[in-house]
């Protein structure tokens, strides 16, 4: 293995202050592990004289990536947003969160990263005296679980995906980071297969998983009262998304995805996305519409014989970018994403 001094750089990038630190900022370094992961991907397993042992190396930079980017995240500042009476959604420092705050106890849906519970637990006791009666994961990924522990410690019950439980359990690599399993405090302690219903605040809440899309883990939160549909990642509003085909993700599945969540919404939905801001059935069906878009354009040249390389190069999304090509993914990573899904 020949040292790639790409690897010190993103360690340099990595441990930069984060004073000043944005959401753009985060969007921007994401897209930098990003370009990390398809690195250490890349490198051969050799010989070297700089490493005893190569791979120990790349895990302990992917260990470090981990606890930056949870470190990034924890600076964004949280922001509210009402959506009903008895509802707020919540933004910055993860995945959006959910809470429906009422005599029965206060039901949260995805946990921030566990960095932040010094602010968002105040900023909960501040919506009523109410306690914190459920959390739940819309899927595994850190943004959306890594305050796990927290909200059972809390005294929550914490509902997922049985597939969720599962990666949980698991260590992942991804993105350039490594995550190890996370412990038994962070674990569901109720599962289910394939619906769930809560009866809590005089509000019908029901939880229906969503056949591998974003990951092999998402599910939908229904508010039936509220009129509110959270979407976990399965929706990125305003931008291309990510999808983890290492845990059973493909753009087939969200384009399946965002049409089943069509047909469960009228204009007056609101619909609470992963990442981006507070979306409606029109902003859904425009991101359904440029999955599709891609789609078809990429399946194009893979049927057509093009490598990775050959239907990157070729820009098919380069219409598209100045509208979604300014989040997470880079527009020729997503162009990736669904070659190599399809």
């Known amino acids: ?25 985060l969007f921007r370094q994401s897209a930098r592990f990003v370009g990390a ?10 010989a070297t004289t700089l490493f005893a042992d190569p791979m120990d190396a790349l895990q302990q930079a992917a260990g470090d ?7 990034q995240m924890g600076a964004i500042p949280i922001t509210s947003t009402p959506l009903g009476d008895m509802l707020t959604m919540l933004s910055g420092p993860g995945g959006n969160v959910v809470v429906l705050n009422g005599p029965d106890g206060k039901v949260v849906v995805d946990t921030f990263v566990r960095n932040v519970w010094d602010r968002l637990k105040p900023l909960l006791d501040g919506m009523g005296t109410s306690p914190i009666k459920t959390a739940i994961d819309t899927h595994w990924h850190l943004d959306h679980s890594d305050g796990n522990e927290n909200f059972r410690a809390a005294g929550a019950e914490l509902i997922a995906h049985a597939n969720t439980a599962k990666r949980l359990a698991e260590s992942h690599d991804l993105l350039g980071m490594h995550f ?6 962070a674990m569901p302690t109720k599962t289910f297969t394939s619906s769930e219903a809560l009866d809590v605040n005089g509000e019908q809440v029901h ?25 976990g990642d399965l929706f990125f509003n305003g931008t291309y998304p990510f999808i983890d085909y290492s845990t059973g993700g493909n753009v087939g599945g969200m384009i399946t995805a965002a049409d089943s969540a069509l047909g469960k919404v009228d204009d007056k939905t609101k619909i609470v996305p992963g990442h981006g801001p507070l ?26 014989g093009d490598t990775l390389e050959q239907a990157v190069a070729k820009k098919p999304t380069a219409d598209l970018d100045a509208q979604w090509g300014k989040g997470f993914m880079p527009p020729d990573m997503f162009v990736t994403v669904v070659y190599n899904t399809l």
């Open 1 to 25: 293995m020949q040292y790639d001094p790409r690897l010190q750089e993103q360690r340099l990038t990595m441990t930069t202050s984060t004073t000043g630190f944005t959401r753009r900022d």
């Open 37 to 46: 992961g398809m690195a250490l991907q890349a490198w051969p397993r050799a």
């Open 65 to 71: 990536a981990a606890a930056s980017m949870r470190q």
């Open 180 to 185: 190890d399993p996370r412990p038994a405090a």
């Open 207 to 231: 939880l229906t998983y969503v056949p591998p899309a974003h990951t092999d883990t998402d599910i939908s939160i229904h508010f039936a009262k509220g009129n509110v549909l959270h979407l």
């Open 279 to 304: 979306g409606d059935k029109a902003a859904l069906a425009r991101y359904r519409d440029m999955m599709v878009t891609v789609r078809e354009r990429v399946q194009k040249l893979k049927t057509a």
